[in-house]
Structures are given as C-alpha cells and as structure tokens.
C-alpha cells in the first residue's frame, strides 16, 4: 500500500505542453492587469491515458495559487441520477449552512435551485421549467465564482456526467472567459454525448480544438518502469512494457506494480512474461484476479461496481450481504490487489452526501462521522470498475441492483437514490417497484428534471401498475414528457383516458391536460373536440364548467373555429350569470372579456367584465392552469385604452413566471406582450428591447411555435414603426416568417403584421392578397374590432391608389367599428388612415378629429402620425413642432425625420429635443390631469375609494360614466380649437385614456402594487 501511495504521487511524464497550458491558465485567471481572465480547458484521450492524473494536479496547482476548487467526476452508474455533477460541484461550498443562511444566500432561487441540488425538499406547486433551473444554476454558479474568486471548476470523466448537469455546464461554457473562473474537463471524445458538443470546440481564449492527450513513448514507459523497478531495468524489457501496454499510461504503471508484486526480474529474458501479466490487469484476467480473492470478496466488489462512486461501506456491506469484519477483510483484500483505492489515496474523492443525498438526520453535506464514510470507497481506475460490473452475470446483476434499491431507501437515501438501480431490474410486477418510482419521478419532476422523471415512469409502467393504478402513472408520465415529447404526451394522455377511471378528479386532470397539449401543438380542433365530448359525460357541476371554460378558451384561440358566433353566445349567456365566487367561474368572465373585445362590443361592457375577473388575483403560474386567461384579462385593458393597467397586471405575472423558474416559453410570452404593450403606448425604444429578450427566450423553445410568432410578430411591428422596414424585412427572411400562419391565435395578428411589412415595401398586391385573406378568417368569426386588428386600415391603405372608392369605404367601415368600440386610440387611427385615402377636402376635418382624441389617449406613436399628418395639410408649424417633438419621445426615428423635413420645408424652426419624454408628470400635467379626472368622474378631487384592482365598481351594470365621458369626448373634439396638451402628456405618462384618468390618479397615489 506504501508503494502505491508512493506511485500515485510520482511526477508525471510526457504532460509538460499540457501543464504549461494549465499554468498559462492559472496564471491568467490569477494574475493582475486587463489580461486576466477565465478559460475552458478540455483534455480529451480514450481511457488509462491520464486524464484522472492530470485533473489532480491541475487540482494540485490552482490550490497552490490560492483558488477555490469546485471539483466532480462523471459516474458510470449515475448517469441517470439527475444533477449529480452539479450537487457535487456546489453542495461542498454550502455545506453546513443553515436553512435560513441558504435562503439569504440563494434569494429566489432558492425554491427553484434547492431542491436540485439536493439542499431542500420541493415545495407544492409548479416544478419551474428546464430553462428557469439552468438560469437559476448560472446565477448560483456564476455568485460562487465571484464570491471567491478565483476559482477552478474541475470535471472529470464529463462523458459519463448526467444529461441535466452536464447540458447546463456546456450552455454555461462561454461565460468562463468573462469570469474569474477556469473550467477544466476531461473526456473520453468516442462517448462524449451530443448535448455536450460545446467542449469539442472551445471558445474564446480557450483555444479552437481540445486537447487529445497522446500514449507515452517508449523512453517515458522506460522511465516509469525504472522509478519503480530501479535503474537496473533493461531496455528490451522496459520496451516490451511499452508495446505491451501501447503507452497507455495506466496499464503501464499497474503492469509494473504487477512485475515488482511477483519478483521477476526486469531483465530481457523475463519479457516474454509480461503479455500474461498485462493480461490479468483488465477483462478476463481482471475477473480471474478477483475470483481468487474469495467469494465474500467477490460479492463485496460486484457491490461496489453496482452502487458507483463514492460508495458507503455499509451500504456496500448490505448489498454483498457481509457483515461490518467481513466488508473491512474484504476492502482490505481489494486494496491489496489495487482494484479499490487505498484510503485516502482517491484524487479528492467527492463525498456520498453529493452521490447518496444524507438522509434526513444528517445535515446536508455532512455524512456519518467516521472517515470511510465521508471519503468513500474508489476504484483503483473506472476501467477496473466497468470491467467488475460487466463481469457480474447478467441476472445477478439485476438482483443487486434491486437489493441496491432497497438498502438505499432503507438508509433514508431516499426514492430518487433508488430509482437508478430499479430502472437497471426487470419487471416483476412488484407494487413497492411501481411506488418508488413513482415517488422519485415526482421528485425530480418538481426539481425540474422532466426527462429523468419520464424515464422513470415509463419503466413504472412495464411493472406493470396495479389495473386500478395504471390510468394515474399514464397521467404522469403524459405529463413528465409534456416539454420533451408532446407527441408522446398524447399518446400516453389518450391510453390514460382509455383505462377505466373511478377518480373523477383525475379523469378531469386527463381530459383538460389532454387538451392543452393537443392545443399548444396547433390541433385546436382536436382540443375543442375531446372536451366537447367529455362535458355531458360529467355528472358534476363544478367539474362540468370547469371543463366549459377550457373548451371555451381553446375555442377563442382557434383562428379556424367553426361557428365562432355561436360560441360567443353560449359564452356570453354563461358567463353574465355568474358571479365569479371560485376561479374557474372568474376564468369563463376573463373569456367573456376577451370575446367582447375582439367583437367589439363597448369598452365600458368590456371593462366591466374584465373587473369581475380581476375581483381576486388570477395567477400566472397556477400548477393546475394555464396562463391563458390572466394574459386575455390583461390585455383588454391595453385595448380599452387603460394600458397601464394592462402593464400592472404584467409586471405582477412576470414576477410571478420569474419567481417559479418559469423562464422559458412563458418569460417569452410575458416579454414580447409587455414590448408590444410598450409598442402601443408609443413607447418604442423599450418595445424593441422587450421584443428582442422575448424572441431571445423563443428562440431556444424553438421556431414557429406560438411563442415565437408572437415574438415576431412584435419586433417586426415595433421595427416598422421606427422606419426600420429593411431590417424588418430581413428579420422576417431569417426566421421564416410568413405563410403557412399559426391555426391559433396569435396578437398582433401575424398574417395582418406581415401585410403590413409587405406593404412598407411597396408591395401593396401582396398585401392585398394577406389582407383580404385576413378578412376571409376574422369576419365570419365576428372578430370586428380594429383596435385588436387593423386589417380595413390597411387594405384601405393598400388599394387607395388602384380603388379609392374602396378604400374609403373600408375605412369608413373601420371608423364605424372604432367608434361603435369606443377607444380613442382605435377611433384616431382610424380617422388618420380614412383622411389618407379621402378626398382632400374632407381630410383636414378628419384629421383634426383624430389627434384631438388622439391626444387625449395613451397612444404617444399615433399622435405623432396623426399630428404630422395635419400638419402637412394645414401647412402649420406649430403642429409639425409638435409632431417632431412626440416622435422623439416615441423613438418613431423615420416619422421624426419626415417631420422635420415638412417643418423645415415650410420655414419653422426646431423644437428643443431633450431626447426622450421625463417619467413623472410635471406640475402642469398633474395639474391638467386632476381637473379632467374630476370632470370625468363627476366628483371632486380626489374621488372616493378605489377597488383594488383601480378599475371601476367591483360589480353590478357597467359604469355609464365611461360612456358618457367618451360620448362627450367625442362631440368635443369634432369643434375644439386645439387639444389641452399638458392633458395629453399626462395622458401617455400615465397610460390611460381621459375616462380612465380618475383610477390611473389613484394608482399613481397607492403606488405599485
């Protein structure tokens, strides 16, 4: 054992270029100056090369300098143990830390991290998504390396690392060079998995290819076997050891040891020996080897091989079926025959608490007292280990690992410990088998590793389940797979619903879960068809509208939806009778909100539903819901001209998707709506920003889901209106966007967007064609409001030059809906576009129409047009000062330069720009917007209390005074001399209408919610 100690610390030989790179690293990340920095360091070579030797003393040397070292090694046998590599890595550095010391520590992460990495349990609710937990490890990461910097992050055996670990330390690679942090992993290049491709080409300072270690030459082997043997070790023998080994370092060394075990002499005559000698090292002669070490020892290493790394000698006693003198002989005769690692001689072992979590009396991070259990037993080499396991006959095998199972639960390691070993057993239709998987895949599935989750179910149910039990782990393994494998989702959704289902909830969970795959996979149909079915087969109910309001909801999103009229009536008629007393009753008044927005109907009717609503919160993140619905009750509020209620209710949901790990599709949807949200208060600048981060997040879902055409959709509009038409186009080209269009429903409409881009370019044919073909999909739907599509406006736009009788008529008809509607914005649009396409004697009447309400609205964007475009035809200054000015502030930077032109044209002056508009209202505007409240409300200021949510009486009949307030509004404006433009500017800043200014006030006075 001495010798080997003495062996394992020997200097290493050939590496010389590869520890030069290790120390150029090290002295970067360590050194002073702009220079220093983090790298990626990746050593590749097949098996017995050296990697393992080369990591510790890179371990060795960043030590010496004084960094903190995070260090793991891949498992043969953990593979399937999600965030094995990652609890390695990060458990140590918290280790001992209290749980209100974690909580400080990790901040929000902690719910979505923690559990994880094995530092708390998961709690009730949505398991945050794959994308929120890698986020969430980049930060824990990315604040340990700066917390103690500097730091050497030290993979070993990468290809063998769990998929969850190591897909986010790949994604994770790229930030090395900005970090004070050197990440260093080795790998075998024939077995490094798909997912971890990023270490084959290293970025940055790093290098551009990874760096293969080569077998040792014939004078290196000599200069081994001497070290060992002594200088008297002849150069034919020591030759020999070379072409027998082939320089593989590793099998070198432990030939020799071989040579010095039996006394032979390291002389040319002795050669022909060493063939057999390296034999017995590896495969058959390695099992040969074991075998005469004794049946308990035999069973004792066969335990060992199944249980991993880091293995607890207890635990390893308990599967061999040794008591504790027994397991002791037993390790000892294994590390006499250097197949375990002498104590203490692994190259910093990690301990069972990251490999076997610490059962529940034991502080996380901390194992029993005694040294073995802390360090653990190693093999020698993970050769010697694969070559043991695979030499257990294939059934015995089976059995340990089933014996494996059972003694890891038993030691209160918990299901998820013992799943790795079920998932190795055959079916025997075992219920404790179907229990514990089941436990561990819920587990995991909360940690957020669906995919382990779904491997685990899925061998649940070769078992099989009890006949009573199969139709729930279905369901479960329908709802594991839902982010990785939709299209199986479905499969196993429908085989669920085939078995007999006592449970009424959980045939309910099926049927709406079902339904929302089949949703979110573009089959609406099928989705409205599977719940139409199931509804007059629910005796109960609550259960009964439960599955109404889903069916209605995946109704409102089909674009194809067959007899939309008649779904607004049913909808209509339910939901006006009821009072929203539980959430499924406020979810059909959120989808009665949205109906009567895209039909039109009148803001304060629209209003008026959306508050019922919104009587109670409605959560973004709820486990048993979609999202749906609370975004539809937020966005009829942008719609109404009440956006900055609209903008609450996001930033609360935002928070709400961030606070759950939801950062994938769901952060995308919340961004791209919030930028075009921005887009229509004329806020662009910050609308491009929000589109650009939601397309970044739809782009790693993937292209042409939902999520990324909304992302699109936005950025594209947002781009438009800043009279950046090339680069939309060319934004457009490079994500496909384009026909065929979603079957859902997607704002702003997409095919309506891209006519609308066809059209900046001159291609008014092809716009006409999308438009008319818009036409053919939202009118026999009903969907008439152009607030919520402005399709008339547009092809009024494109067919003035070739119909202008038409397009008149269609922006008449566009006028006639926007006023039916009630918007402001919506009205002043439509104004402007219908004054485009007149005659020129009606325009300027029109026009001026359309920025007084305009100006009275929240919509910043379209004022400006609206005022550049009376300006024009007045010839006035003062008005093209204006519009100069509120482009500006909006970011339209083309719209600014067309109006300085035609300002300067006619001899005015520029306006002073300061650039962008200042948040807060100025005494003026404050001023101005107290005394249109107060008029507005009918009351002096300040009005009385508010309900919570700021928008008008919790509820009864829809408040008149919002129709009075815009009917009155609108009789003004056709004889106003000019707009109140304090007013206006209080108006955008504070995002409302003139009806809304009484509750947008008394937000402003409450604060943020």
């Known amino acids: 054992m001495t010798e080997y100690r003495a062996r394992r610390h020997r200097t290493m030989v050939e590496r010389e270029a590869e520890l030069a790179t290790v120390d150029e690293a090290l002295d970067r990340l360590t050194g002073p100056g702009r220079d220093s920095g983090g790298a990626l360091l990746a050593f590749s070579g097949p098996a017995g090369l050296g990697k393992t030797t080369l990591l510790a003393e890179v371990r060795r040397r960043a030590h010496a300098r004084s960094c903190t070292v995070l260090?793991?090694?891949?498992?043969?046998?953990?593979?399937?143990?999600?965030?094995?590599?990652?609890?390695?890595?990060?458990?140590?550095?918290?280790?001992?830390?209290?749980?209100?010391?974690?909580?400080?520590?990790?901040?929000?992460?902690?719910?979505?991290?923690?559990?994880?990495?094995?530092?708390?349990?998961?709690?009730?609710?949505?398991?945050?998504?794959?994308?929120?937990?890698?986020?969430?490890?980049?930060?824990?990461?990315?604040?340990?390396?700066?917390?103690?910097?500097?730091?050497?992050?030290?993979?070993?055996?990468?290809?063998?690392?769990?998929?969850?670990?190591?897909?986010?330390?790949a994604a994770y690679t790229p930030r090395t060079e900005h970090l004070p942090l050197l990440l260093v992993v080795a790998y075998r290049p024939d077995e490094l998995p798909a997912h971890a491709e990023a270490f084959r080409t290293l970025p940055g300072r790093a290098g551009q290819q990874p760096l293969p270690l080569a077998p040792l030459t014939s004078g290196a082997v000599a200069a081994l076997v001497r070290e060992v043997l002594g200088d008297h070790a002849e150069e034919a023998f020591c030759h020999e050891v070379w072409a027998v080994t082939a320089g593989n370092p590793f099998e070198a060394v432990e030939l020799t040891a071989k040579v010095r075990e039996k006394g032979l002499a390291p002389v040319g005559a002795s050669t022909p020996l060493l063939r057999d000698l390296a034999a017995a090292q590896r495969g058959s002669g390695l099992v040969a080897r074991l075998d005469r070490l004794g049946p308990s020892t035999v069973r004792f290493a066969w335990a060992c091989a199944v249980l991993g790394t880091a293995i607890p000698r207890d635990l390893a006693a308990r599967v061999a079926a040794l008591g504790r003198e027994e397991a002791a002989d037993a390790t000892a005769r294994l590390r006499d025959a250097r197949i375990l690692a002498p104590a203490g001689a692994a190259a910093e072992p990690v301990g069972p608490a990251a490999v076997f979590p610490a059962p529940a009396a034991v502080p996380v991070g901390y194992g029993a007292a005694d040294e073995e259990y802390e360090a653990g037993l190693e093999f020698v080499h993970p050769l010697i280990a694969t070559a043991i396991y695979r030499a257990i006959p294939k059934a015995l095998r089976v059995a340990l690992h089933g014996k494996a199972a059972a003694a890891v639960v038993d030691a209160g390691l918990g299901s998820s410990a013992a799943a790795r070993h079920l998932l190795e057993t055959h079916p025997e239709n075992d219920p404790w088998v179907v229990r514990t998987l089941r436990e561990a895949a819920a587990e995991n599935l909360r940690a957020g590793a669906p995919e382990a989750a779904r491997r685990q179910l899925a061998r649940a149910l070769l078992e099989p389940p009890d006949f009573d039990e199969r139709a729930a782990v279905l369901y479960e393994l329908g709802c594991a797979s839902l982010l990785t494998e939709p299209a199986n989702t479905v499969n196993h959704l429908r085989a669920a619903l085939a078995e007999p289902v006592d449970d009424t909830a959980l045939r309910q969970g099926i049927v709406i879960r079902l339904a929302q795959v089949l949703a979110h996979s573009d089959h609406l149909f099928e989705a409205s068809e599977l719940l139409a079915d199931e509804i007059p087969q629910t005796q109960d109910v609550r259960a009964r509208l439960r599955l109404q309001s889903e069916q209605f909801m995946w109704d409102a999103f089909n674009a194809a939806e067959p007899d939309s009229p008649a779904r607004s009536r049913r909808l209509a008629k339910l939901a006006d009778r009821l009072t929203g007393r539980d959430l499924t009753e406020r979810y059909v008044i959120g989808l009665r909100t949205w109906d009567a927005c895209l039909r039109g109907e009148p803001v304060a009717v629209v209003l008026h539903h959306a508050e019922r609503a919104l009587q109670q919160h409605l959560s973004w993140a709820h486990e048993d819901r979609g999202f749906e619905v609370p975004v539809l009750a937020a966005m009829v509020h942008m719609y109404a001209d009440r956006p900055w209620r609209a903008e609450q209710l996001f930033e609360a949901g935002t928070a709400e998707f961030e606070r759950e790990g939801w950062r994938g599709a769901h952060l995308s949807f919340a961004y791209s709506l919030r930028g075009y949200l921005r887009y229509r208060r004329g806020r662009l600048v910050e609308a491009e920003d929000l589109a650009r981060a939601g397309l970044r997040l739809a782009e790693r879902v993937g292209r042409r889901t939902p999520v990324h055409w909304y992302a699109i959709a936005t950025l594209v509009t947002t781009l438009l209106a800043r009279g950046r038409t090339d680069e939309a186009w060319e934004l457009a080209q490079d994500h496909e966007y384009g026909r065929p269009f979603p079957a859902a429903v997607v704002f702003p409409d997409a095919q309506t967007v891209h006519a609308e881009l066809l059209l900046a370019r001159g291609d008014?044919?092809?716009?006409?064609?999308?438009?008319?073909?818009?036409?053919?999909?939202?009118?026999?739907?009903?969907?008439?409001?152009?607030?919520?599509?402005?399709?008339?406006?547009?092809?009024?736009?494109?067919?003035?030059?070739?119909?202008?009788?038409?397009?008149?008529?269609?922006?008449?008809?566009?006028?006639?809906?926007?006023?039916?509607?009630?918007?402001?914005?919506?009205?002043?649009?439509?104004?402007?576009?219908?004054?485009?396409?007149?005659?020129?004697?009606?325009?300027?009447?029109?026009?001026?129409?359309?920025?007084?309400?305009?100006?009275?609205?929240?919509?910043?964007?379209?004022?400006?047009?609206?005022?550049?475009?009376?300006?024009?035809?007045?010839?006035?200054?003062?008005?093209?000062?204006?519009?100069?000015?509120?482009?500006?502030?909006?970011?339209?930077?083309?719209?600014?330069?067309?109006?300085?032109?035609?300002?300067?044209?006619?001899?005015?002056?520029?306006?002073?720009?300061?650039?962008?508009?200042?948040?807060?209202?100025?005494?003026?505007?404050?001023?101005?917007?107290?005394?249109?409240?107060?008029?507005?409300?009918?009351?002096?200021?300040?009005?009385?209390?508010?309900?919570?949510?700021?928008?008008?009486?919790?509820?009864?009949?829809?408040?008149?005074?919002?129709?009075?307030a815009s009917a009155a509004t609108t009789t003004a404006v056709r004889t106003a001399a000019a707009p109140d433009w304090d007013l206006s500017a209080a108006c955008r800043k504070l995002g409302t209408d003139r009806a809304g200014l009484p509750a947008a006030l008394a937000a402003l006075t409450r604060g943020p919610h």
């Open 71 to 169: 260090a793991a090694r891949g498992g043969e046998q953990e593979q399937s143990q999600p965030f094995h590599v990652a609890r390695q890595l990060i458990q140590p550095q918290l280790a001992g830390t209290s749980e209100e010391e974690l909580r400080a520590a990790l901040g929000s992460w902690y719910a979505i991290v923690g559990p994880a990495l094995g530092l708390c349990a998961p709690e009730q609710g949505a398991p945050p998504d794959p994308q929120g937990l890698r986020d969430g490890l980049d930060w824990v990461l990315t604040h340990l390396v700066v917390k103690r910097a500097p730091v050497a992050l030290v993979l070993d055996d990468a290809h063998w690392a769990d998929p969850e670990s190591l897909g986010w330390l």
């Open 764 to 964: 008014a044919k092809g716009a006409v064609a999308e438009l008319e073909a818009v036409d053919r999909r939202l009118t026999p739907r009903g969907i008439q409001n152009p607030a919520w599509c402005p399709w008339r406006l547009h092809l009024a736009r494109a067919v003035a030059a070739d119909d202008p009788e038409r397009a008149a008529a269609l922006a008449a008809e566009a006028v006639r809906r926007a006023r039916a509607f009630g918007a402001p914005s919506g009205i002043g649009q439509a104004l402007r576009v219908a004054a485009e396409v007149s005659a020129p004697e009606g325009r300027a009447l029109l026009l001026r129409e359309s920025v007084a309400l305009l100006s009275a609205s929240p919509a910043g964007y379209e004022l400006a047009r609206a005022q550049a475009a009376l300006g024009r035809e007045l010839r006035d200054t003062h008005l093209l000062e204006r519009a100069v000015t509120t482009a500006r502030e909006c970011g339209a930077d083309a719209l600014e330069a067309e109006a300085t032109d035609d300002l300067l044209a006619l001899g005015g002056s520029l306006p002073c720009l300061s650039g962008g508009a200042e948040e807060g209202l100025t005494e003026e505007e404050l001023r101005a917007a107290e005394g249109a409240a107060q008029r507005a409300a009918g009351t002096p200021w300040p009005p009385g209390p508010q309900p919570s949510d700021g928008t008008g009486p919790a509820q009864g009949a829809p408040d008149p005074s919002a129709d009075a």
